[in-house]
């Protein structure tokens, strides 16, 4: 079954499509809840049910082609969700152990995202990529970018738009939310 008949079967609230999201899915929404809550397997498997009964009851609400990154984003918001809830109930020795933000996890999500941003700026233009790669990597600003290419501002900024709108697509396709990618808000 397609993407696109699995979530036409969702929309008729067909259970069967349901089973079948769950089968395709399971390993991948699995992994990232495991990933962040380490050693953890009840809660884990626990999150990951609730993971795909919030796919069912927003089954409207999905799109062909968006539905891995869907379950992707939901699985990581329930997860952290988890932790906050955890670490506020915790007392204040313990709380200071879960702020440690280095560490192999935190390495590998900062490969992946290097990787996965690589992948967009691959999609662009040579232009493009050289305009997002001066304003967003050397810190020049847009003007002084499109001045050194000699582009137009606004050329420049819709280059940088279509730049940041691709970015956030792709990290979306591949699970990370609209909090990963927040950073690609437009300039101010």
């Known amino acids: 079954m397609t993407e696109e008949q699995l979530v036409k079967a969702l ?10 999201l769950m089968d395709r899915y399971t390993p991948y929404v699995s992994s990232v809840i495991a990933r962040i809550l380490r050693n953890r397997p009840a809660d884990a498997e626990e999150l990951t049910a609730d993971v795909f009964l919030a796919a069912w009851d927003n089954r409207d609400k999905l799109r062909p082609g968006k539905v891995k990154g869907y379950l ?3 699985a990581r918001n329930r997860a952290f969700n988890l932790l906050r809830a955890d670490r506020e109930s915790l007392p204040l020795e313990e709380d200071a152990l879960l702020l440690e933000t280095d560490g192999p996890d935190r390495e590998l999500d900062k490969r992946e995202t290097a990787r996965l941003v690589n992948q967009a700026l691959a999609r662009l233009d040579k232009p493009q990529r050289e ?3 001066r304003h967003y990597y050397y810190g020049q600003t847009m003007q002084e970018a499109a001045l050194a290419m000699g582009l137009n501002p ?33 300039d101010g």
């Open 154 to 186: 606004s050329t420049a900024k819709t280059w940088l738009r279509r730049g940041r709108e691709t970015l956030k697509t792709i990290l979306e396709q591949e699970g990370y939310g609209h909090e990963a990618a927040g950073y690609l808000q437009a």
């Open 131 to 133: 305009l997002f790669v």
């Open 72 to 74: 992707g984003a939901i």
């Open 11 to 20: 929309g008729r609230s067909d259970l069967s499509a349901l089973e079948a």
